[in-house]
Nanobody, 123 residues
Framework: VQLQASGGGSVQAGGSLRLSCAASGRTFVTYGVAWFRQAQGEEREFVAA????????SYSDSVQGRFTINYDRARNMVSLQMNRLRPDDTAVYYC?????????????????WGQGTLVTVSS
């Protein structure tokens, strides 16, 4: 599975961005898909995940209510809609996928990774 993330950029606090992650090589039939992020000098952290069936979604406390993860089966694409962005959302964002329905928050449990896309939020 090849993952290609896009959509990062610079935005002022309170603004919105939408990240996309296109998958190729295999259609996600029974997978979990997720977004992680890594701020400079910090460890990579979980942001959001969902099953490709749409039956389950999970968000970190810091983004709950502001970010929305979605999966478009027809396009085999995962998105992350980010609203009410804050300076502490600044990070490199990574999309990830794994086999199975579980949605673990540890990055070690995810099999496939895209390259990162940088999101910068200024105050």
């Amino acid at each position: 599975v090849q993952l290609q993330a896009s959509g990062g950029g610079s935005v002022q606090a309170g603004g919105s961005l939408r990240l996309s992650c296109a998958a190729s090589g295999r259609t996600f039939v029974t997978y979990g898909v997720a977004w992680f992020r890594q701020a400079q000098g910090e460890e990579r952290e979980f942001v959001a995940a969902m099953t490709t069936s749409g039956s389950s979604r999970s968000y970190s406390d810091s983004v709950q209510g502001r970010f929305t993860i979605n999966y478009d089966r027809a396009r085999n694409m995962v998105s992350l809609q980010m609203n009410r962005l804050r300076p502490d959302d600044t990070a490199v964002y990574y999309c990830a996928a794994r086999d199975g329905w579980e949605l673990p928050r540890g990055d070690y449990a995810w099999n496939y990774w895209g390259q990162g896309t940088l999101v910068t939020v200024s105050s």
